[in-house]
């Protein structure tokens, strides 16, 4: 048992970078340790892939006259590409989230959900909407630059 573990090493440390990043992004009440869960999370699935492209003993993939066609002589390239491109787009949403982060901060002062869902809640009862703040800022903003 502990032979088949230790082979699989890299599968463990992936399960248990996936369920570092699952628990902070469920258990989490902090936006912040949220989005920190969900890079770990991004994380483990791309060394998932990585580690499940590896192939022993094969080489890069230019045909070679010594190695033949034999596609099981070349490592795949694909999965290598799928990473690179998941890599980008992750780079985008952790920006666009991290850019969404500033500006509740800004507004409510605060990371935690239960705190900035009671405000929400407060700001609809007395009649405020979301819009109309939205417009004070810009308002603000407007006035700032005059």
Known sequence: MADVLFDRSVYVGVMVLLAIGLYGMLAKRNLAKKLVGMVIFQTAIYLFFIQGAAQMGATVPVIEQDLGVDADTYVNPLPHLLIL??????????????????????????????????????????????????????????????
């Open 85 to 146: 491109t998941a890599l980008v787009v992750g780079v985008g949403v952790l920006g666009v989230a991290l850019s969404f982060l500033l500006r509740i901060y800004r507004r409510h002062g605060t990371f935690d959900e239960d705190r900035i869902a009671a405000d929400l809640a407060a700001e609809e009862i007395e009649g405020h909407t979301v819009d109309d703040h939205d417009a004070d800022d810009h308002d603000d903003a407007e006035e700032a630059r005059s």
